[in-house]
C-alpha cells in the first residue's frame, strides 16, 4: 500500500505548461516525480518493516502494538497507518517478505549440473532458510495465531513451503523430460518428501525449543542422507 497523496502534491505550479514525455528525448517531469515518490513510499515501507519485524519477533503477534513499531521503525503512528491500516495487515506483509526472502535464498543453483549436485545444493541452501532463527520465530507466531488468523497461515504455506516445493516439482520435470530421473509419477509429492526429509530432522527440534541450530556436519548428513534415498528411488535407470 503507498502513501495516499493529493493531485496538488505532484502537479506543477499553477499555470505550468506540462512537457512531452518527448521533450529533448527526456522523461516528463510528471515521470520523474512519480518514479521520485515511488522510490520513496517503497524506501519508507521496508523501513515500516524492519521495525516491525523487531517489534513481532521479540513480543509476538498479540503483545506488539502499533505505537511500539513505529517508535521503532522512525515513523510517526500516522505514517504507519498510511502504509498499513491494521497489526494483521502488517504482520500480513511481513509473512509475504519473509516467504519470499526465504525462496530467494533457497532456489539459487537450479542450474546446478547432475541431479545429485543440483538436489545437494537445493537441500542445503532449504535448511539453510529454515533454521534462521528468524524464521523460526516467524513461524511460531504463524502457527500461534493460525485459529484467529486463518488468512495469514494459509498465506504463509502458499507464499512459502507450497510454493517450495511446486518450484523444486517442475525442476523434477525437467530434469526426467531429460532422461536424468525417471519419470515421477507424482512430481510436486516427490518434491514435498524430499524438502520436508532435509528439514524435519533439523528444524522441528529448534521450532520445539529442544536445540540450536545444527552444526554444518549434521546438515550435510541429513541432506547427503536424503539426496541418496531420492536418487535411490527416481534416478534413471538404464533401459532393459
Avoid at 150 to 175: K, N, V, Y
Wanted: charged share 20%; hydrophobic share 45%; with cysteine.
Amino acid at each position: 500500500m503507498t502513501a495516499f497523496r493529493t493531485a496538488s502534491d505532484i502537479a506543477g505550479p499553477a499555470g505550468a505548461a506540462p512537457c512531452a514525455a518527448t521533450c529533448d528525448g527526456a522523461a516528463a517531469p510528471g515521470d520523474t516525480v512519480a518514479g521520485e515518490m515511488g522510490a520513496l513510499d517503497s524506501e519508507k515501507r521496508r523501513q515500516i518493516l524492519a521495525g516491525a519485524r523487531n517489534v513481532f519477533l521479540a513480543l509476538g503477534f498479540d503483545a506488539a502494538r502499533m505505537a511500539e513499531i513505529a517508535r521503532v521503525a522512525g515513523v510517526s503512528k500516522g505514517t504507519l497507518y498510511v502504509y498499513f491500516t491494521s497489526k494483521q495487515e502488517l504482520f500480513s506483509a511481513l509473512v509475504d517478505e519473509e516467504c519470499h526472502q526465504t525462496a530467494d535464498r533457497i532456489y539459487t543453483a537450479e542450474d546446478a549440473g547432475t541431479v545429485r549436485e543440483g538436489l545437494t545444493q537445493i537441500g542445503r541452501s532449504y535448511v539453510a532458510a529454515m533454521i534462521r532463527p528468524e524464521y523460526i520465530a516467524t513461524l511460531r507466531i504463524v502457527i500461534a495465531i493460525a485459529d484467529r488468523f486463518p488468512e495469514i497461515s494459509h498465506q504463509f504455506l502458499e507464499s512459502g513451503p507450497a510454493a517450495g516445493a511446486a518450484r523444486l516439482a517442475a525442476w523434477l520435470t525437467t530434469r526426467a523430460a531429460r532422461g536424468e530421473l525417471a519419470a515421477l509419477p507424482d512430481p510436486e509429492l516427490a518434491a514435498w518428501q524430499f524438502l520436508v526429509g532435509c528439514h524435519a530432522p533439523l528444524v522441528m527440534p529448534m521450532l520445539f525449543g529442544r536445540s540450536d541450530a545444527p552444526g554444518p556436519e549434521r546438515v550435510e548428513h541429513v541432506v547427503s542422507h536424503m539426496v541418496g534415498a531420492f536418487l535411490r528411488s527416481w534416478g534413471s535407470r538404464p533401459a532393459t
